[in-house]
Protein backbone atom coordinates (compact mmCIF):
# COMPACT_ATOMS: atom_id res chain seq x y z
CA UNK A 1 0.00 0.00 0.00
CA UNK A 2 3.30 2.54 0.29
CA UNK A 3 4.55 1.57 -2.10
CA UNK A 4 1.56 1.81 -4.38
CA UNK A 5 -0.36 5.03 -3.49
CA UNK A 6 1.64 6.54 -0.17
CA UNK A 7 4.45 6.91 -1.45
CA UNK A 8 3.58 8.52 -4.69
CA UNK A 9 1.18 10.95 -3.29
CA UNK A 10 3.45 12.00 -0.36
CA UNK A 11 5.96 12.28 -2.64
CA UNK A 12 3.80 15.70 -4.70
CA UNK A 13 4.09 17.33 -1.55
CA UNK A 14 7.31 18.80 0.20
CA UNK A 15 9.46 16.85 1.44
CA UNK A 16 8.60 18.49 5.35
CA UNK A 17 4.96 18.50 4.57
CA UNK A 18 4.56 14.97 3.88
CA UNK A 19 6.08 14.48 7.02
CA UNK A 20 3.59 15.86 8.77
CA UNK A 21 0.60 14.81 6.89
CA UNK A 22 2.11 11.23 7.22
CA UNK A 23 2.60 11.32 11.21
CA UNK A 24 -1.14 12.65 11.26
CA UNK A 25 -2.15 10.12 9.20
CA UNK A 26 0.19 7.36 11.61
CA UNK A 27 -1.66 9.43 14.84
CA UNK A 28 -5.55 9.01 13.92
CA UNK A 29 -4.75 5.35 13.33
CA UNK A 30 -3.27 4.85 16.71
CA UNK A 31 -6.43 6.86 18.35
CA UNK A 32 -8.56 4.24 16.71
CA UNK A 33 -9.93 2.04 19.22
CA UNK A 34 -8.59 -1.46 18.86
CA UNK A 35 -6.04 -0.76 16.42
CA UNK A 36 -2.69 0.36 18.65
CA UNK A 37 -3.56 -2.76 20.46
CA UNK A 38 -3.63 -5.01 17.51
CA UNK A 39 -0.36 -3.96 16.33
CA UNK A 40 1.38 -3.65 19.68
CA UNK A 41 0.26 -7.68 20.06
CA UNK A 42 1.88 -8.22 17.08
CA UNK A 43 5.25 -6.19 18.13
CA UNK A 44 5.34 -8.24 21.44
CA UNK A 45 4.82 -11.71 19.11
CA UNK A 46 7.48 -10.02 16.72
CA UNK A 47 10.38 -9.32 19.62
CA UNK A 48 9.92 -12.66 21.29
CA UNK A 49 13.85 -13.60 21.91
CA UNK A 50 15.09 -9.81 20.39
CA UNK A 51 15.22 -8.50 23.39
CA UNK A 52 18.87 -6.56 23.89
CA UNK A 53 20.71 -5.31 26.79
CA UNK A 54 22.73 -1.79 26.62
CA UNK A 55 24.24 0.46 28.85
CA UNK A 56 21.90 -0.91 31.65
CA UNK A 57 18.94 -0.17 29.43
CA UNK A 58 16.75 -3.64 28.23
CA UNK A 59 15.22 -2.78 24.60
CA UNK A 60 12.52 -4.80 23.17
CA UNK A 61 14.50 -5.27 20.28
CA UNK A 62 17.58 -3.62 18.77
CA UNK A 63 16.13 -1.05 15.90
CA UNK A 64 15.11 2.12 16.81
CA UNK A 65 14.36 5.58 15.42
CA UNK A 66 17.14 8.13 15.47
CA UNK A 67 16.70 11.62 16.41
CA UNK A 68 15.16 14.34 14.42
CA UNK A 69 12.08 12.41 13.10
CA UNK A 70 10.04 13.22 16.63
CA UNK A 71 11.64 16.32 17.53
CA UNK A 72 9.63 17.86 20.32
CA UNK A 73 7.91 13.70 21.40
CA UNK A 74 4.61 14.48 19.41
CA UNK A 75 4.20 10.80 18.09
CA UNK A 76 5.39 8.36 20.30
CA UNK A 77 2.87 6.45 20.76
CA UNK A 78 1.73 5.76 16.59
CA UNK A 79 5.73 5.36 16.82
CA UNK A 80 5.30 2.89 19.68
CA UNK A 81 2.64 1.10 17.10
CA UNK A 82 4.88 0.52 14.24
CA UNK A 83 7.62 -1.59 16.45
CA UNK A 84 10.38 -0.04 17.32
CA UNK A 85 12.49 -0.99 20.04
CA UNK A 86 13.52 2.75 21.19
CA UNK A 87 12.69 6.10 19.94
CA UNK A 88 15.07 8.80 20.19
CA UNK A 89 13.23 12.30 20.63
CA UNK A 90 14.93 15.49 19.70
CA UNK A 91 17.51 17.39 18.82
CA UNK A 92 15.35 19.33 21.93
CA UNK A 93 17.42 22.60 22.97
CA UNK A 94 16.72 24.89 26.26
CA UNK A 95 14.65 27.79 23.86
CA UNK A 96 12.35 27.23 21.01
CA UNK A 97 13.78 27.67 18.17
CA UNK A 98 12.34 27.92 14.17
CA UNK A 99 15.26 26.35 12.63
CA UNK A 100 16.69 27.45 9.36
CA UNK A 101 14.47 29.02 6.65
CA UNK A 102 12.25 26.59 4.47
CA UNK A 103 12.65 25.05 2.02
CA UNK A 104 15.16 23.04 4.22
CA UNK A 105 14.61 19.14 3.33
CA UNK A 106 14.93 17.73 -0.27
CA UNK A 107 15.12 14.41 -1.47
CA UNK A 108 17.79 12.80 -3.44
CA UNK A 109 15.44 10.33 -5.05
CA UNK A 110 18.26 8.46 -7.21
CA UNK A 111 19.86 8.45 -3.96
CA UNK A 112 17.59 7.31 -2.33
CA UNK A 113 18.69 9.89 0.36
CA UNK A 114 18.12 13.43 2.14
CA UNK A 115 19.46 16.48 2.26
CA UNK A 116 18.61 19.06 5.58
CA UNK A 117 19.39 22.21 6.98
CA UNK A 118 16.92 21.92 9.36
CA UNK A 119 18.86 23.65 11.93
CA UNK A 120 17.44 22.24 14.87
CA UNK A 121 13.80 23.52 14.46
CA UNK A 122 12.07 22.42 17.63
CA UNK A 123 9.28 23.28 20.74
CA UNK A 124 12.42 23.76 23.55
CA UNK A 125 12.40 21.73 26.77
CA UNK A 126 9.28 22.46 28.56
CA UNK A 127 6.64 21.47 25.78
CA UNK A 128 8.75 18.56 25.53
CA UNK A 129 9.03 17.54 29.14
CA UNK A 130 5.14 17.77 29.11
CA UNK A 131 4.52 15.51 26.42
CA UNK A 132 7.32 12.65 27.40
CA UNK A 133 4.69 12.83 30.68
CA UNK A 134 2.78 10.88 28.84
CA UNK A 135 4.91 8.46 26.60
CA UNK A 136 3.58 4.95 26.19
CA UNK A 137 4.49 2.81 29.36
CA UNK A 138 7.01 0.08 28.37
CA UNK A 139 8.50 2.35 25.29
CA UNK A 140 12.49 3.24 25.69
CA UNK A 141 12.70 6.99 24.80
CA UNK A 142 16.47 8.65 24.47
CA UNK A 143 16.95 12.33 24.76
CA UNK A 144 18.41 13.77 22.14
CA UNK A 145 20.09 17.33 23.39
CA UNK A 146 22.05 20.44 21.80
CA UNK A 147 22.57 24.45 22.09
CA UNK A 148 20.34 26.74 20.53
CA UNK A 149 21.46 28.61 17.55
CA UNK A 150 22.59 32.19 19.05
CA UNK A 151 24.41 30.58 22.26
CA UNK A 152 27.77 30.71 22.04
CA UNK A 153 30.07 27.84 21.95
CA UNK A 154 31.73 29.03 25.34
CA UNK A 155 28.53 29.29 26.91
CA UNK A 156 27.47 25.90 24.86
CA UNK A 157 27.51 23.42 28.17
CA UNK A 158 24.78 25.37 30.16
CA UNK A 159 22.53 24.41 27.38
CA UNK A 160 23.46 21.26 27.64
CA UNK A 161 22.86 21.09 31.21
CA UNK A 162 19.53 22.89 31.42
CA UNK A 163 18.54 20.00 28.98
CA UNK A 164 19.80 16.97 31.14
CA UNK A 165 17.82 19.19 34.01
CA UNK A 166 14.83 19.07 32.57
CA UNK A 167 14.68 15.80 30.87
CA UNK A 168 16.19 13.66 33.46
CA UNK A 169 13.24 12.31 35.12
CA UNK A 170 11.58 11.37 31.39
CA UNK A 171 13.99 10.02 29.46
CA UNK A 172 15.41 6.74 29.17
CA UNK A 173 19.07 7.83 28.11
CA UNK A 174 20.93 10.91 27.02
CA UNK A 175 22.75 11.45 23.71
CA UNK A 176 24.95 14.60 23.42
CA UNK A 177 24.41 15.79 19.80
CA UNK A 178 27.73 18.21 18.54
CA UNK A 179 27.98 16.80 14.82
CA UNK A 180 24.68 18.33 13.27
CA UNK A 181 26.16 20.32 9.91
CA UNK A 182 23.07 22.76 10.44
CA UNK A 183 23.79 24.76 13.32
CA UNK A 184 26.84 27.17 12.72
CA UNK A 185 30.26 26.26 14.91
CA UNK A 186 28.51 23.18 16.48
CA UNK A 187 30.53 20.50 14.92
CA UNK A 188 33.67 22.66 16.43
CA UNK A 189 32.74 20.76 19.75
CA UNK A 190 34.02 17.49 18.39
CA UNK A 191 37.35 18.77 18.76
CA UNK A 192 39.28 17.14 21.87
CA UNK A 193 39.32 19.85 24.57
CA UNK A 194 36.13 21.63 24.17
CA UNK A 195 34.09 17.76 24.26
CA UNK A 196 35.64 16.17 26.84
CA UNK A 197 34.96 19.76 29.10
CA UNK A 198 31.32 19.03 27.82
CA UNK A 199 31.29 15.61 28.28
CA UNK A 200 32.56 15.88 31.69
CA UNK A 201 29.84 18.32 32.86
CA UNK A 202 26.86 16.28 31.39
CA UNK A 203 28.11 13.11 33.03
CA UNK A 204 28.48 14.72 36.14
CA UNK A 205 25.29 16.79 36.77
CA UNK A 206 23.39 13.68 35.58
CA UNK A 207 24.95 11.73 38.22
CA UNK A 208 23.36 14.06 40.46
CA UNK A 209 20.40 13.26 39.70
CA UNK A 210 18.01 10.06 41.10
CA UNK A 211 18.15 7.36 38.62
CA UNK A 212 21.70 7.95 36.33
CA UNK A 213 20.74 7.54 32.53
CA UNK A 214 23.07 6.88 30.34
CA UNK A 215 24.47 8.89 28.01
CA UNK A 216 25.92 8.78 24.42
CA UNK A 217 27.36 10.98 21.76
CA UNK A 218 26.41 11.24 18.61
CA UNK A 219 29.30 11.99 16.20
CA UNK A 220 29.78 13.01 12.37
CA UNK A 221 31.01 10.40 10.26
CA UNK A 222 33.25 13.25 8.84
CA UNK A 223 35.97 12.80 11.22
CA UNK A 224 39.50 11.57 10.34
CA UNK A 225 40.96 8.30 11.59
CA UNK A 226 43.03 10.52 14.69
CA UNK A 227 39.78 12.38 15.63
CA UNK A 228 37.76 9.07 15.73
CA UNK A 229 40.62 7.97 18.17
CA UNK A 230 40.37 11.06 20.00
CA UNK A 231 36.41 9.83 20.45
CA UNK A 232 37.65 6.81 21.75
CA UNK A 233 39.79 8.23 24.68
CA UNK A 234 37.37 10.38 25.58
CA UNK A 235 34.60 8.61 25.66
CA UNK A 236 36.45 6.07 27.93
CA UNK A 237 38.31 9.00 30.61
CA UNK A 238 34.79 10.48 30.75
CA UNK A 239 32.65 7.29 31.77
CA UNK A 240 30.47 8.13 28.46
CA UNK A 241 28.26 5.08 28.31
CA UNK A 242 28.60 4.90 24.52
CA UNK A 243 28.30 6.34 21.04
CA UNK A 244 26.05 6.81 17.99
CA UNK A 245 27.81 6.80 14.92
CA UNK A 246 26.54 8.41 12.86
CA UNK A 247 25.27 11.63 11.71
CA UNK A 248 24.81 13.53 8.45
CA UNK A 249 27.60 13.50 5.93
CA UNK A 250 28.91 16.77 4.33
CA UNK A 251 30.02 15.14 1.85
CA UNK A 252 28.87 15.36 -1.75
CA UNK A 253 31.02 12.70 -3.13
CA UNK A 254 29.08 9.47 -5.42
CA UNK A 255 25.82 11.40 -5.62
CA UNK A 256 23.77 10.03 -8.61
CA UNK A 257 21.58 13.67 -8.95
CA UNK A 258 23.39 15.87 -10.62
CA UNK A 259 25.75 18.40 -9.35
CA UNK A 260 23.94 21.65 -10.68
CA UNK A 261 20.10 19.87 -8.69
CA UNK A 262 22.77 19.13 -5.55
CA UNK A 263 23.79 22.60 -5.63
CA UNK A 264 20.63 24.13 -6.08
CA UNK A 265 19.42 22.65 -2.97
CA UNK A 266 22.11 24.45 -1.04
CA UNK A 267 24.05 23.49 1.95
CA UNK A 268 23.13 20.69 4.54
CA UNK A 269 24.14 17.32 5.55
CA UNK A 270 23.26 14.18 3.84
CA UNK A 271 21.63 10.89 4.83
CA UNK A 272 20.54 7.68 3.81
CA UNK A 273 22.00 5.03 1.85
CA UNK A 274 24.76 7.91 0.51
CA UNK A 275 26.13 7.70 4.11
CA UNK A 276 25.20 3.62 4.93
CA UNK A 277 29.23 2.90 3.92
CA UNK A 278 31.18 5.67 5.84
CA UNK A 279 29.05 5.03 8.97
CA UNK A 280 29.25 1.20 8.79
CA UNK A 281 33.26 2.05 8.77
CA UNK A 282 32.64 4.63 11.45
CA UNK A 283 31.30 1.92 13.80
CA UNK A 284 33.47 -0.84 12.74
CA UNK A 285 37.11 1.51 13.47
CA UNK A 286 34.89 2.61 16.87
CA UNK A 287 34.39 -0.89 17.92
CA UNK A 288 38.08 -1.87 16.88
CA UNK A 289 39.91 0.58 18.45
CA UNK A 290 37.55 1.07 21.46
CA UNK A 291 38.38 -2.97 21.96
CA UNK A 292 34.43 -3.12 22.90
CA UNK A 293 34.48 -1.10 25.65
CA UNK A 294 31.36 0.99 24.89
CA UNK A 295 28.86 0.24 22.82
CA UNK A 296 27.56 1.65 19.63
CA UNK A 297 24.37 2.58 18.19
CA UNK A 298 24.76 2.18 14.02
CA UNK A 299 22.73 4.94 12.29
CA UNK A 300 23.24 5.69 8.59
CA UNK A 301 21.48 4.20 5.55
CA UNK A 302 19.79 1.43 7.11
CA UNK A 303 16.54 0.98 4.67
CA UNK A 304 16.39 -3.20 5.20
CA UNK A 305 17.58 -6.20 6.68
CA UNK A 306 21.02 -6.46 5.34
CA UNK A 307 21.64 -2.77 5.56
CA UNK A 308 21.04 -3.45 9.62
CA UNK A 309 23.12 -6.59 10.00
CA UNK A 310 26.30 -4.83 8.57
CA UNK A 311 25.98 -2.43 10.98
CA UNK A 312 25.43 -5.05 14.06
CA UNK A 313 28.25 -7.23 11.93
CA UNK A 314 30.26 -4.10 12.23
CA UNK A 315 29.97 -3.59 15.79
CA UNK A 316 26.96 -1.58 16.65
CA UNK A 317 24.96 -3.23 19.59
CA UNK A 318 21.89 -1.35 18.57
CA UNK A 319 20.82 0.74 15.31
CA UNK A 320 18.28 3.46 14.02
CA UNK A 321 16.49 4.21 10.77
CA UNK A 322 15.83 7.34 9.55
CA UNK A 323 15.88 8.49 5.69
CA UNK A 324 15.07 4.37 5.15
CA UNK A 325 11.49 5.23 6.40
CA UNK A 326 10.88 7.94 3.60
CA UNK A 327 11.72 5.58 1.53
CA UNK A 328 10.33 2.21 2.71
CA UNK A 329 7.36 3.12 4.40
CA UNK A 330 6.58 2.40 8.44
CA UNK A 331 6.62 -0.92 7.54
CA UNK A 332 10.41 -0.72 7.79
CA UNK A 333 11.15 -1.03 11.45
CA UNK A 334 8.53 -4.41 11.73
CA UNK A 335 10.66 -5.94 8.59
CA UNK A 336 13.93 -5.77 9.99
CA UNK A 337 12.66 -6.82 13.23
CA UNK A 338 11.16 -10.34 11.82
CA UNK A 339 14.59 -10.40 9.46
CA UNK A 340 17.19 -9.90 12.36
Same mark, same amino acid.
Request: aromatic residues 6%; proline residues 6%.
Given at each position: ??????????????????????????????????????????????? !?????? $?????? #? %??? =? +????? &? *?????????????????????????????????????????????????????????????????????????????????????????????????? !?????? $?????? #? %??? =? +????? &? *?????????????????????????????????????????????????????????????????????????????????????????????????????????????????????????????????????????????????????
Amino acid at each position: MYQKLLKPLFFLMSPERAHYAAMDMLSFASSVPGVRWWMRKRSAKRN !AGKEVT $VAGLTF #P %NPV =G +LAAGF &D *KDARWLPALEMLGFGFVEIGTVTPRAQSGNPQPRLFRLVEDRGILNRMGFNNDGLYPAAGRLVRRPAGLVVGGNIGKNKITPNDKAVDDYLACVDALH !AHVDYF $VVNVSS #P %NTP =G +LRELQ &D *KEPLAKLLRAVVERNANHPGNRPVFLKIAPDLTDGQLDDIVDIVIAEKVDGVVATNTTTSREGLQTSAEEVEDMGAGGVSGAPVRARSTEVVRYLATQSEGRFPIIGVGGIDGVEAAREKLEAGASLVQVYSGMIYEGPGLPARIVAGL
